[in-house]
C-alpha cells in the first residue's frame, strides 16, 4: 500500500541460489519426489520423505511463477500430509486451485493466505476459511469474489407484499460476522458493491486489523464502524465513491500512518474545497507518514488564497508568506517542515505534479522519471492506472531519457508478470523491453535479468497470440539479443511460438510482417547449435512448416524473402541430423526443389539456400539412394557450370555429388548421365574456381568432408574435399586451422601424401597446402606474407 520498494531477486549479479535451482528442477520433473496416482491423476509425496517449510513454500511460489494457471489441485495434493509437508505463507494469485485443493492448504493452519483472482473458489471456501482461520494474520482476497456472500440479508424472506416492519435474520446477522479470523491483521478485499451493513459484518469483528484495503468498493458512504480498529496504520480506499462523505470518519483514525483516497475517475474526486479540506485532513492525522490524492483537485491550483494581496500585510507576514511559499500545494503547508514519506499525485487536477515545491520525499505524478518510476512501483496492484504509467515510461525510453534503467526493468518486468492477461499492460512493457534491449546499455544486463526479460515476453506472446503488436513487439525485442546463446534456456518454447506464428492462422491474414521476422528468429535459432537442438526444431514441425511455406509460395508464383528463409532454415536445421533430412524427402522436399528449380531459375541466394540443404541430405548415405534419379543426377551435373553468387551454387553441386559417388561404382544405379562423365564434369568444375573466393558459408565441423579425403576408390571425391579444406584454410585461417587439426584433419591429410598409391598431383598439391597453412597460423596466428603456389 504506497510502497516504492519493489526489491526483484533477478537484480542480483549473484549466481541463483541453489534452492532455487533445485526447486526449479524438480517442479519441472514432478516424479524425482513425488509420485502420480494412476487413477485420480494427482501427485502425492513419496513415502519416506519429508519437507520443512521452506521448501514447500518455495515449491509453490516457484510452479507458480513457472505456470500460475498451472497451479491446481494436482500439485497441491502433495501437501496433503500436514506432518511431512509444513506451509505458513501461500500465494496462489491466479491460480485454479478449488475449494478442495485450498481446504487442503487450510488445514496446515496458514499465517498469510493470498487467494486474489482465484476463479474456482466458491463460498465453500468462506466456511474452511473460518473453520482454519484463527492462525490468519493476512488474507487477500482481492477481486475473488464468488468466495464472499453475495449479501447478508435473507433474501428469500424479503418479499414486497410482506407488512411485517423487519424480516427473520439472516444467518450471517445472527452470527454476527462473515469473516471469523480473530488474528488477522490484513486484509484486501476489492470491488464489492454491497449495502452498509455488510461491510459492517465484514469489518466490526476485525478489531486487530492494520492494513485495509477496499479499493473500488463501493456504497461506502458512512464507515463509522472502522472507528472501533484501534490499531489501523494503513487504509486504501481507491476508487471508492462518495469518498468526501466518509472524510469526516477517517479524520478520527488517529492510528493512521497512510491513506489512499485516490480516484480512477476524475469526476469522483472534485472536493468543492479542496484547499481546506486536505488540510484538515493532515492536521486530523498526526501520524500520517503517506497519503495518495491522485486523480483527486486535493492538490488545489496552487494558490494561497490568504496571501493574494500583500500590500496591506505587516513585513512580518511577508516573511512568513514567502516561507510558506516553499510548499505548492496549499492544503499540505503544514507538512513544509515535516514532509511526507509519499504522496500520490498522478493524474491531479491542475498538474500538481509538476510544481516546484511538494512537501513528500517519494511522489508519484508525470512530471519526471522518478515520479513515473514511483507511480510504477505503487501502483502495480491497478492495471487501469498502471497500463498510463508504463505508456508514460515507455515514452521515456523513446527519447532515450530514462536514466535508471535497472530500476525501470525491474518494474517493467513485475508489471507485465502480475498482469500477464491484460493486453494494453502487455503491449506498453514490452516495447519498453524493447528500447531496453537494444540500448547501449544492454551489454550491462546481467543475465539473470536477461533471462527474465525473454522468459516475460514469451509469457506475453503466449497469452496474446492473436494481437499483432504483441508478437511485432516480441518479435522484435527477441531479434536484440544474441541467437541462440541468450535464449538457449527456453529453446523448446521459444521454438513452439515461433513455429505458431509462421504457420499463422490459415486464413490468409495472417500478419505476414510477424511472420517474417519469426521465421528469421527460427533460422537463427538452428545455427551454431548441436545435433540435439536441431533435431528437436525438426520435432516440433519445422521442415513440414518449412515446405507448406514453399508451397504456397510456389502456387502464387511469388519468389520474396520468406522463401529464401524457408530454403535457410531447413539448411540449418538438417546440418548433420539425419532425421531432419529424412524428414525433408519425406515431405516431397526434392519435388520442391525441382519446382523452385523451374520456377525461379535466376535467384543465386535461392538456389545456394537449396543446394546447401541437398549438401546434407547427400552426406546421409542411407538417404543418397533417394537421390538417385536421372532428372536430379542431370540437375546436379548442370549445376556445376553454374556462376550463380560466386561459386557457392557449383560448389555446393560438387559437394552433392562427392557424396553421391563416394559409395562406389556398384551405387550408380542410373545410366544417364553416366559416373564416369559426371566426375569428369566435377573436375573441370573444381579446377575453375579461384582457391582465395571468399565464402558464404559456415561449417561446425568437417567432419563429413573428411570422411572424403578416405575415399581411394574415387579420387574425384577427394579433390573436391582437399579443395575445400585449401580454401576455407586460406580465406578464414583464424576459424578453420584450429577446426582442421582438432577433427584430425592434419594426420588423415599427411596419410594420404604418404599413401603407397597417391592421389593424382593436383590433389597431393591441395593437400600439401592446407597443412602447411595451418602450421604457419599454429606457429604466427596468420598467414599474412605466406607465399603460396602460383597457380593455387
Same mark, same amino acid.
Given at each position: 500500500?504506497?510502497?516504492t520498494?519493489?526489491?526483484?531477486? +533477478?537484480?542480483?549479479?549473484?549466481?541463483?541460489?541453489?534452492?532455487?535451482?533445485?526447486?526449479?528442477?524438480?517442479?519441472?520433473?514432478?516424479e524425482?519426489?513425488?509420485?502420480?496416482?494412476?487413477e485420480?491423476?494427482?501427485?502425492c509425496?513419496r513415502?519416506?520423505l519429508a519437507?520443512?517449510?521452506?521448501?514447500?513454500?518455495?515449491?509453490?511460489?516457484?510452479?507458480q511463477?513457472k505456470?500460475?494457471e498451472?497451479?491446481?489441485?494436482k500439485?497441491i495434493?502433495?501437501?496433503?500430509?500436514v506432518?511431512c509437508?509444513?506451509?505458513?505463507?501461500v500465494?496462489?494469485r491466479?491460480?485454479s486451485v478449488?475449494?478442495d485443493?485450498l481446504?487442503? @492448504?487450510?488445514?496446515?493452519?496458514?499465517?498469510? @493466505?493470498?487467494v486474489?483472482n482465484c476463479?474456482?473458489?466458491?463460498?465453500?471456501?468462506?466456511d474452511?476459511?473460518? %473453520?482454519?482461520?484463527?492462525?490468519l494474520?493476512a488474507?487477500?482476497?482481492?477481486?475473488t469474489?464468488n468466495?464472499?456472500?453475495d449479501s447478508?440479508?435473507?433474501?428469500s424472506l424479503?418479499d414486497?407484499?410482506d407488512s411485517?416492519d423487519?424480516?427473520?435474520l439472516?444467518e450471517i446477522e445472527q452470527?454476527?460476522?462473515?469473516?471469523q479470523t480473530?488474528?488477522l491483521?490484513?486484509?484486501?478485499?476489492r470491488e464489492?458493491?454491497?449495502?452498509?451493513l455488510?461491510?459492517?459484518?465484514?469489518l466490526?469483528?476485525?478489531?486487530?486489523?492494520t492494513?485495509?484495503?477496499?479499493?473500488?468498493c463501493l456504497?461506502l458512504?458512512?464507515i463509522?464502524y472502522?472507528?472501533?480498529?484501534?490499531?489501523?496504520v494503513?487504509?486504501n480506499l481507491?476508487s471508492?465513491r462518495?469518498?468526501q462523505?466518509a472524510?469526516?470518519s477517517?479524520m478520527?483514525?488517529?492510528?493512521?500512518k497512510?491513506l489512499d483516497?485516490?480516484?480512477?475517475i476524475?469526476?469522483y474526486?472534485?472536493?468543492?474545497?479542496?484547499d481546506?479540506?486536505?488540510?484538515?485532513?493532515?492536521s486530523?492525522l498526526?501520524?500520517?507518514t503517506?497519503?495518495?490524492i491522485?486523480?483527486t483537485?486535493l492538490?488545489?491550483?496552487g494558490?494561497f488564497v490568504?496571501?493574494?494581496?500583500?500590500d496591506?500585510k505587516?513585513?512580518?507576514q511577508?516573511?512568513?508568506?514567502?516561507?510558506?511559499d516553499l510548499c505548492?500545494i496549499p492544503?499540505?503547508?503544514s507538512r513544509?517542515?515535516?514532509?511526507l514519506?509519499?504522496l500520490?499525485?498522478?493524474?491531479?487536477?491542475?498538474d500538481a505534479?509538476?510544481?516546484n515545491?511538494?512537501?513528500?520525499k517519494?511522489?508519484?505524478g508525470?512530471?519526471?522519471e522518478?515520479?513515473i518510476?514511483?507511480g510504477?512501483?505503487a501502483?502495480?496492484?491497478?492495471?487501469e492506472?498502471?497500463v498510463?504509467?508504463?505508456?508514460?515510461l515507455?515514452?521515456l525510453?523513446?527519447?532515450?531519457?530514462?536514466?535508471?534503467?535497472?530500476?525501470a526493468?525491474?518494474?517493467?518486468?513485475?508489471s507485465?508478470i502480475?498482469?500477464r492477461?491484460e493486453k494494453h499492460?502487455?503491449?506498453s512493457g514490452?516495447?519498453?523491453?524493447?528500447y531496453?534491449?537494444k540500448?547501449?546499455d544492454?551489454?550491462?544486463? %546481467?543475465?539473470?535479468?536477461?533471462?527474465?526479460?525473454i522468459a516475460v515476453l514469451?509469457?506475453?506472446?503466449?497469452?496474446?497470440?492473436?494481437?499483432?503488436t504483441?508478437?511485432?513487439?516480441?518479435?522484435?525485442? @527477441?531479434?536484440?539479443?544474441?541467437?541462440?546463446q541468450?535464449v538457449?534456456?527456453? =529453446?523448446?518454447?521459444l521454438?513452439q511460438?515461433?513455429?505458431?506464428l509462421?504457420?499463422?492462422r490459415?486464413?490468409g491474414?495472417?500478419?505476414?510482417?510477424?511472420?517474417?521476422?519469426a521465421?528469421?528468429?527460427?533460422?537463427?535459432?538452428?545455427?551454431?547449435?548441436?545435433?540435439e537442438?536441431?533435431e528437436?526444431?525438426?520435432?516440433?514441425?519445422?521442415i513440414?512448416?518449412?515446405?507448406?511455406?514453399i508451397?504456397d509460395?510456389?502456387?502464387?508464383?511469388?519468389?520474396d524473402?520468406?522463401l529464401?528463409?524457408?530454403?535457410s532454415?531447413?539448411?540449418n536445421?538438417?546440418?548433420?541430423?539425419?532425421i531432419?533430412c529424412?524428414?525433408?524427402l519425406?515431405?516431397?522436399g526434392?519435388?520442391?526443389?525441382?519446382?523452385?528449380?523451374k520456377e525461379f531459375?535466376d535467384?543465386?541466394e535461392?538456389l545456394?539456400?537449396m543446394?546447401?540443404?541437398?549438401?546434407n541430405v547427400?552426406?546421409?548415405?542411407?538417404l543418397r539412394?533417394r537421390?538417385?534419379t536421372?532428372?536430379l543426377?542431370t540437375?546436379?551435373a548442370?549445376?556445376?557450370?553454374?556462376?550463380?553468387d560466386?561459386i557457392?551454387?557449383?560448389?555446393n553441386a560438387?559437394?552433392? @555429388?562427392?557424396h553421391?559417388?563416394s559409395?562406389?561404382a556398384?551405387t550408380?544405379?542410373?545410366e544417364e548421365p553416366t559416373?564416369a562423365?559426371?566426375l569428369e564434369?566435377?573436375v573441370?568444375a573444381i579446377e575453375?574456381w579461384d582457391?582465395a573466393?571468399?565464402?558464404?558459408?559456415n =561449417?561446425?565441423?568437417f567432419?563429413?568432408?573428411?570422411?572424403l579425403?578416405?575415399?581411394?576408390?574415387?579420387?574425384?571425391?577427394?579433390? +573436391?574435399?582437399?579443395w575445400a579444406?585449401?580454401?576455407l584454410?586460406?580465406?578464414?585461417?583464424?576459424?578453420?586451422?584450429s577446426?582442421?587439426?582438432e577433427e584430425?584433419?592434419?594426420?588423415?591429410l599427411?596419410?594420404?601424401?604418404k599413401?603407397p598409391t597417391?592421389? =593424382?598431383m593436383r590433389?597431393q598439391?591441395l593437400?600439401?597446402?592446407v597443412?602447411?597453412q595451418?602450421?604457419h597460423y599454429?606457429?604466427?596466428?596468420s598467414?599474412?606474407?605466406?607465399d603460396?603456389d602460383?597457380d593455387?
Amino acid at each position: 500500500m504506497g510502497t516504492t520498494n519493489v526489491v526483484c531477486p +533477478w537484480e542480483d549479479s549473484s549466481p541463483e541460489m541453489l534452492l532455487d535451482l533445485c526447486g526449479k528442477f524438480i517442479i519441472h520433473k514432478p516424479e524425482t519426489f513425488c509420485v502420480l496416482h494412476p487413477e485420480t491423476g494427482v501427485w502425492c509425496l513419496r513415502p519416506g520423505l519429508a519437507l520443512p517449510t521452506e521448501i514447500c513454500e518455495k515449491l509453490i511460489s516457484l510452479w507458480q511463477e513457472k505456470d500460475p494457471e498451472g497451479l491446481d489441485d494436482k500439485f497441491i495434493n502433495i501437501f496433503r500430509d500436514v506432518i511431512c509437508t509444513r506451509l505458513k505463507r501461500v500465494t496462489l494469485r491466479n491460480s485454479s486451485v478449488s475449494d478442495d485443493g485450498l481446504n487442503l @492448504l487450510l488445514s496446515h493452519h496458514l499465517v498469510e @493466505l493470498d487467494v486474489s483472482n482465484c476463479n474456482r473458489l466458491t463460498k465453500r471456501t468462506l466456511d474452511n476459511i473460518n %473453520r482454519y482461520g484463527d492462525s490468519l494474520t493476512a488474507l487477500v482476497i482481492g477481486k475473488t469474489k464468488n468466495i464472499l456472500p453475495d449479501s447478508v440479508f435473507k433474501e428469500s424472506l424479503l418479499d414486497s407484499s410482506d407488512s411485517s416492519d423487519s424480516s427473520p435474520l439472516s444467518e450471517i446477522e445472527q452470527r454476527g460476522y462473515i469473516l471469523q479470523t480473530p488474528s488477522l491483521r490484513r486484509l484486501i478485499v476489492r470491488e464489492l458493491d454491497m449495502e452498509p451493513l455488510y461491510y459492517s459484518l465484514l469489518l466490526k469483528p476485525l478489531s486487530k486489523l492494520t492494513h485495509l484495503d477496499l479499493a473500488g468498493c463501493l456504497s461506502l458512504d458512512n464507515i463509522a464502524y472502522i472507528l472501533d480498529m484501534k490499531h489501523l496504520v494503513s487504509l486504501n480506499l481507491y476508487s471508492v465513491r462518495n469518498i468526501q462523505d466518509a472524510l469526516p470518519s477517517i479524520m478520527k483514525i488517529k492510528t493512521l500512518k497512510f491513506l489512499d483516497i485516490s480516484q480512477s475517475i476524475k469526476k469522483y474526486g472534485m472536493f468543492m474545497t479542496p484547499d481546506t479540506v486536505l488540510a484538515e485532513l493532515v492536521s486530523s492525522l498526526p501520524n500520517l507518514t503517506g497519503l495518495d490524492i491522485s486523480g483527486t483537485n486535493l492538490a488545489g491550483d496552487g494558490t494561497f488564497v490568504e496571501y493574494r494581496d500583500t500590500d496591506d500585510k505587516p513585513k512580518e507576514q511577508v516573511e512568513d508568506m514567502e516561507m510558506d511559499d516553499l510548499c505548492d500545494i496549499p492544503g499540505l503547508k503544514s507538512r513544509t517542515n515535516n514532509p511526507l514519506d509519499f504522496l500520490g499525485l498522478y493524474n491531479t487536477a491542475h498538474d500538481a505534479c509538476h510544481r516546484n515545491h511538494i512537501p513528500a520525499k517519494v511522489i508519484t505524478g508525470e512530471a519526471s522519471e522518478e515520479q513515473i518510476l514511483a507511480g510504477t512501483a505503487a501502483y502495480l496492484d491497478r492495471p487501469e492506472v498502471l497500463v498510463k504509467v508504463l505508456n508514460d515510461l515507455f515514452h521515456l525510453f523513446r527519447f532515450e531519457t530514462c536514466h535508471d534503467q535497472p530500476r525501470a526493468l525491474s518494474l517493467i518486468l513485475l508489471s507485465m508478470i502480475r498482469h500477464r492477461h491484460e493486453k494494453h499492460i502487455q503491449i506498453s512493457g514490452s516495447a519498453s523491453l524493447f528500447y531496453i534491449a537494444k540500448s547501449e546499455d544492454k551489454n550491462s544486463l %546481467r543475465v539473470r535479468a536477461r533471462q527474465k526479460m525473454i522468459a516475460v515476453l514469451l509469457d506475453a506472446m503466449e497469452a496474446h497470440l492473436d494481437d499483432s503488436t504483441m508478437m511485432r513487439n516480441g518479435c522484435l525485442t @527477441l531479434c536484440q539479443f544474441k541467437i541462440p546463446q541468450h535464449v538457449l534456456f527456453e =529453446y523448446r518454447r521459444l521454438v513452439q511460438l515461433l513455429l505458431r506464428l509462421i504457420r499463422g492462422r490459415g486464413d490468409g491474414d495472417g500478419d505476414e510482417f510477424v511472420r517474417r521476422i519469426a521465421i528469421y528468429l527460427l533460422n537463427s535459432l538452428a545455427c551454431q547449435v548441436d545435433g540435439e537442438q536441431k533435431e528437436l526444431v525438426g520435432d516440433l514441425g519445422a521442415i513440414e512448416t518449412m515446405l507448406k511455406l514453399i508451397n504456397d509460395r510456389l502456387h502464387r508464383h511469388m519468389h520474396d524473402d520468406i522463401l529464401e528463409i524457408a530454403w535457410s532454415a531447413m539448411w540449418n536445421v538438417t546440418d548433420e541430423t539425419p532425421i531432419n533430412c529424412q524428414r525433408f524427402l519425406d515431405g516431397q522436399g526434392m519435388t520442391y526443389f525441382q519446382k523452385c528449380l523451374k520456377e525461379f531459375p535466376d535467384k543465386p541466394e535461392l538456389l545456394r539456400n537449396m543446394m546447401g540443404l541437398l549438401g546434407n541430405v547427400a552426406e546421409v548415405r542411407e538417404l543418397r539412394p533417394r537421390l538417385m534419379t536421372s532428372d536430379l543426377l542431370t540437375t546436379f551435373a548442370d549445376l556445376l557450370d553454374s556462376n550463380s553468387d560466386g561459386i557457392e551454387v557449383s560448389y555446393n553441386a560438387a559437394g552433392v @555429388l562427392s557424396h553421391i559417388a563416394s559409395g562406389g561404382a556398384e551405387t550408380w544405379t542410373i545410366e544417364e548421365p553416366t559416373r564416369a562423365e559426371v566426375l569428369e564434369r566435377m573436375v573441370a568444375a573444381i579446377e575453375r574456381w579461384d582457391l582465395a573466393s571468399k565464402r558464404n558459408i559456415n =561449417y561446425r565441423s568437417f567432419e563429413p568432408i573428411l570422411r572424403l579425403l578416405e575415399v581411394h576408390h574415387t579420387p574425384q571425391c577427394q579433390h +573436391w574435399a582437399a579443395w575445400a579444406l585449401a580454401n576455407l584454410t586460406r580465406v578464414y585461417p583464424e576459424k578453420y586451422c584450429s577446426l582442421v587439426e582438432e577433427e584430425g584433419g592434419i594426420l588423415l591429410l599427411e596419410s594420404l601424401l604418404k599413401s603407397p598409391t597417391p592421389p =593424382y598431383m593436383r590433389i597431393q598439391v591441395l593437400a600439401k597446402i592446407v597443412t602447411t597453412q595451418c602450421q604457419h597460423y599454429k606457429e604466427y596466428g596468420s598467414l599474412e606474407h605466406m607465399d603460396l603456389d602460383s597457380d593455387c
